[in-house]
C-alpha cells in the first residue's frame, strides 16, 4: 500500500471541504472494499478522510412512511436493528448475508452503495424499494444513481450521508452465492411499495439493474408462477469463469421465484 | 509520524505508525503478539481476527490509525493470569479442534464473538454459518464446530464443565 495523509473529521462540512480540496484525496467508511484495493496498489489516493468519527452519518430512523439509513451503519446493525426488522424484514436478512460476520462489523451501507460493485447486494435493494441516496448537497432517486461498473452519480468530493427506503407491504431476496467467493453469481430483490412494484437484480450483469418485465408480471399478479413466466435476455450480462451470461439469466428467473417465495 | 494509542489486552500502548500501517502489523511487529496470523492478507481467511471494542474483525483490514482509543483483544489477552484456558481455547484442546494451528487464533476469536452474540445459544447450522470467514485448511471444520457448542454450555452457564470429547 502506498501512503497518504490520514484525516478523522466530525463533520460532514469538514470531509466535504478536504475531499474538495484535493482531488486525490478519497473518503473511508468500513474499509472493507477500499483498503483490500490499496494493498492491491490498485489506485493512490493522497489522503483518506475517515468517516467514523462522523455522527450526523450513524443512526437508523422512521421518517414519515420510509426507513432512514445512515451511511456509516454497518451491515451487522442493519441485520439485527429492530425497527430493520420490523419494516423490511428482507433487508435485514439481505444484510445479514453480507460476506461473514467480520466483514459486516466494519463494511457499511453507505460504502457499498457508493462502490456499486456489480455483485454487491444493496444496489439491487435500493433499486427495488426505490430509495432516494441522500448526500451532503441533493437527493438522488436510485433509478439515477447507479451508473455502471463500479460507478454512481457521485461526484468525487461528494459524501452519501443516508439512504431512505419507503415501506414495503412486502419484499423479499434471493442470491446464488458464488462458492469461492461467496459473492452473488446472480440476486434478485423483490418488493411490493408505495410507488410500486420493484424487482431489482445484482450479480448478473456489469451494474445491478431493475427488470421491468418481471415488474409489470408481478404488478398483475403477484405471485411465484408470474416471475416464472419471464425469460431474461443473456444479452449484456457477465461472462466469466464462473458462468455464462445464459446460466446467468436463467438464474435471474430462478432467484425471482425465490424472491417472491422469500416474501410471501 | 502519527501516532495511535490502543489499549491491548488491557494495556495502553501508544506506538508510531505510518497511516498505512494496518493494525496487525502494529500487534506482530511493534508489539510482539504473534498470535494473530496472517494467513491471505486479502481480507478472506480469518486467521488475523482480534476483538475490537468487544467486536471481531479482521485486523489485516484495518489500519492501526482507525483504531486510535479503541479496546483490542488478541488471543493472548484470554487466558487467565495463572495460565488457566479461556473455556474456548479449553475446548479446542479438548476436541481435537485444531492440527497445524494455524488458523487457531482467529477461530478462537471469531468463536467467541459468536458464542457472545447469541446468548441464547447456538445451533450447528449458526454456528458453521458464524464461521463463514475463517477458513481451516486441515481440520474438516467438524471438530471446530463441536468444540464451539461445548464451550458454549460452559460460557453460557448451562454446563458447569466441559463436556468431554469423549462422550
Ligand atoms: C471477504 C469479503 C466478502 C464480501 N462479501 C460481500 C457480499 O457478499 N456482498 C456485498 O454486497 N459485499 C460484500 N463485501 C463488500 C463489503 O460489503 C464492503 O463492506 C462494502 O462493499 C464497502 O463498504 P465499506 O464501508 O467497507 O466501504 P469502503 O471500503 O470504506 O469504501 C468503498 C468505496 O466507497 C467510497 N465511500 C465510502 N463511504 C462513502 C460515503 N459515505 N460517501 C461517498 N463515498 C463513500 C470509498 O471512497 C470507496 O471508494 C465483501 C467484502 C469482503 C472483504
Ligand atoms: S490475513 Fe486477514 S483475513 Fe486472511
Ligand atoms: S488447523 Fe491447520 S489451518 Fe486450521
Known amino acids: 500500500m502506498y501512503d497518504f495523509t490520514y484525516h478523522k473529521p466530525a463533520s460532514v462540512a469538514d470531509a466535504v471541504a478536504i475531499l474538495a480540496a484535493d482531488p486525490d484525496a478519497k473518503p473511508i467508511s468500513g ?20 468517516l467514523s468519527g462522523i455522527a450526523e452519518l450513524r443512526g437508523i430512523r422512521q421518517d414519515g412512511g420510509a426507513l432512514v439509513i445512515g451511511a456509516m451503519v454497518k451491515h451487522y446493525e442493519v441485520a439485527t436493528d429492530s425497527q430493520v426488522m420490523a419494516a423490511i424484514p428482507a433487508l435485514a436478512r439481505m444484510a445479514s448475508t453480507i460476506g461473514d460476520t467480520q466483514v459486516r462489523n466494519r463494511g457499511t451501507i453507505g460504502g457499498s452503495l457508493a462502490n456499486n460493485d456489480p455483485a454487491a447486494d444493496y444496489p439491487a435493494a435500493a433499486l427495488a424499494l426505490r430509495a432516494t441516496l441522500i448526500t451532503d448537497r441533493r437527493r438522488i432517486s436510485a433509478d439515477d444513481f447507479f451508473l455502471g461498473m463500479f460507478t454512481t452519480a457521485l461526484e468525487p468530493d461528494e459524501l452519501l450521508v443516508a439512504v431512505s427506503f419507503p415501506v414495503p407491504q412486502k419484499a423479499g431476496y434471493a442470491k446464488l452465492r458464488n462458492p469461492a467467493s461467496r459473492y452473488a453469481m446472480a440476486g434478485v430483490f423483490v418488493a411490493q411499495g ?12 456489469p451494474c445491478a439493474f431493475r427488470q421491468a418485465e418481471m415488474e409489470a408480471a408481478l404488478s398483475a399478479a403477484w405471485s411465484v408462477e408470474s416471475v416464472a413466466a419471464v425469460k431474461q435476455s443473456p444479452d449484456e450480462l457477465n461472462s466469466d469463469i464462473h458462468g455464462s451470461a445464459e446460466y446467468r439469466a436463467n438464474l435471474v428467473t430462478v432467484m425471482a421465484k425465490r424472491a417472491v417465495a422469500d416474501a410471501g | 509520524m502519527p501516532q495511535v494509542t490502543l489499549a491491548v489486552n488491557g494495556t495502553s500502548h501508544t506506538v508510531e505508525v505510518e497511516a498505512r500501517t494496518l493494525l496487525v ?36 483490514t484495518i489500519l492501526a490509525i482507525q483504531a486510535e482509543g479503541t479496546q483490542i483483544t488478541t488471543i493472548e489477552g484470554l487466558a487467565a493470569a495463572d495460565g488457566t484456558l479461556h473455556p474456548m481455547q479449553e475446548a479446542f484442546r479438548e476436541y481435537h479442534a485444531l492440527q497445524c494451528g494455524f488458523c487457531t487464533p482467529g477461530m478462537v476469536m471469531s468463536a467467541i464473538d459468536l458464542v457472545q452474540k447469541h446468548p441464547q445459544g447456538l445451533s450447528e447450522q449458526e454456528i458453521r454459518e458464524g464461521l463463514e470467514g475463517n477458513i481451516c485448511r486441515c481440520t474438516g471444520y467438524h471438530n471446530i464446530v463441536k468444540a464451539i457448542a461445548a464451550a458454549a454450555d460452559v460460557m453460557q452457564g448451562r454446563a458447569g464443565q466441559l463436556a468431554s470429547a469423549a462422550e
Open chain 1, 31 to 50: 474499509g472493507m472494499t477500499l483498503l483490500p484495493a490499496l494493498k492491491h496498489r490498485l489506485n493512490r489516493p493522497s489522503a483518506l478522510v475517515d
Open chain 2, 25 to 60: 502489523e502494529v500487534l506482530r511487529e511493534k508489539l510482539r503478539l504473534t498470535g494473530t496470523h496472517v494467513g491471505c492478507d486479502t481480507s478472506q481467511c480469518g486467521a488475523c481476527v482480534v476483538h475490537l471494542d468487544g467486536d471481531s474483525v479482521k485486523a489485516c
Open chain 1, 194 to 205: 408505495p410507488q410500486g412494484v420493484g424487482v431489482g437484480v445484482n450479480g448478473a450483469g
